[in-house]
Nanobody, 124 residues
């Protein structure tokens, strides 16, 4: 059974850091591009970052460039999102998703399969 499980969310002060993990089970992660998305209260879900199956291509939303780093460890079947210099506007539920393709099209994924999400709250 295909499953994506996010973890690592929590409450952090502005300027702080968190590392999110997206652990896959039921399939091999190494054939697929993986994306991170977030949804703030009252707003639509937006793309944050995407990484190709090999990790050779990485895309970021303008709002997180220079602060967030996406990476993957295919042997561990896990994708990570290192989030630094966090701002209150980074608050939201963060989701990882699997594309049906090996490469990203910007921040878009083809027919994504979603995880359940993890809450990130940036507040003093």
């Amino acid at each position: 059974q295909l499953q994506l499980v996010e973890s690592g969310g929590g409450l952090v002060q502005p300027g702080g850091s968190l590392r999110l993990s997206c652990a896959a089970s039921g399939f091999g992660l190494d054939y697929y591009a993986i994306g991170w998305f977030r949804q703030a209260p009252g707003k639509e879900r937006e793309g944050v970052s995407c990484i190709s199956n090999s990790g050779g291509s990485r895309n970021y939303a303008d709002s997180v460039k220079g602060r967030f780093i996406i990476s993957r460890d295919n042997e561990k079947n896990t994708v990570y999102l290192q989030m630094n210099s966090l701002k209150p506007e980074d608050t939201g539920v963060y989701y990882c998703a699997r594309s049906q393709r090996s490469r990203c099209a910007g921040l878009e994924l083809v027919a994504p399969d979603w995880g359940q999400g993890t809450q990130v709250t940036v507040s003093s």
